[in-house]
């Protein structure tokens, strides 16, 4: 069995997201796309701000994508109290959980590779899993180590930051999120709330 694990914030979920999972199901034949949304970003090297919506908000949003998606799932993993934010220990835990065999791919952002070499890890990454990055627009993949596969192909050039401050300004959604999420950011608006924690900018 071959497993792709494709963590990330889904601050919401989006049809770059979706694009990402597609692709690589078919380039690389796999029989799941696992989908971990990160409990929180703040702790994480680089410049992220800690996620807007709730672990709760994010993994509803992410388990309405999944819907008619068989081979499309989504892990709490990195949400659980006490959970590690590091991919390394995601890994582990994969490993002890998956079927004895199973190839395991991560699938990682193109805008990630700068910070690549210095996850926390990144040695017993390399040796667990097969690393796959993703062209996402404005980020060449030509930053990526060696050691990392390279897939390119077209992906919309979408943001989470951007369907927020759209959502901010009351712009439409369509095209931009599956019609199921946009149902539930409209219904359960996890991002209307006040305080420091939902500025848009």
């Given amino acids: 069995m071959r497993v792709a694990l494709f963590g990330g914030s ?3 979920v989006h049809e770059g997201h979706l694009a990402a999972a597609v692709l690589a199901r078919q380039a ?3 029989d799941r796309v ?3 949304p990160a409990g929180s970003t703040a702790t994480r ?3 992220k701000a800690q996620a807007v919506a709730s672990a709760a908000h994010r993994l509803a949003m992410l388990r309405l994508l999944c819907e008619g998606r068989p081979w499309l799932e989504v892990s709490d993993a990195e949400c659980r109290p006490g959970a590690s934010p590091f991919a390394v220990d995601t890994l582990a835990l994969f490993h002890r ?3 004895a065999g199973t190839d395991i791919v ?3 952002g193109s805008d990630k590779l700068a910070l690549l070499p210095r996850w926390h890890g990144i040695d017993a990454i390399r040796a667990s899993a097969r690393i796959l990055a993703l062209d ?3 980020h060449p993949l030509d930053a990526a180590p060696p050691w990392v596969e390279r897939l390119g192909g077209p992906l919309p050039d979408l943001s989470s930051t951007q369907i927020r401050a759209r959502l901010a300004a009351g712009g439409p959604l369509d095209g931009l999120c599956p019609s199921a999420v946009i149902s539930y950011l409209m219904t359960e608006q996890p991002y209307a ?3 420091p924690a939902a500025r848009l900018a």
Wanted: charged residues 15%; aromatic residues 4%; without cysteine.
């Fill in 28 to 30: 690389l034949d796999l």
């Fill in 193 to 195: 709330r006040p305080g």
């Fill in 136 to 138: 996402r627009p404005g």
């Fill in 106 to 108: 991560l699938l990682v």
């Fill in 97 to 99: 959980t998956l079927p």
């Fill in 45 to 47: 090297p680089g410049p």
């Fill in 34 to 36: 696992i989908l971990i």
């Fill in 10 to 12: 889904f601050d919401p």
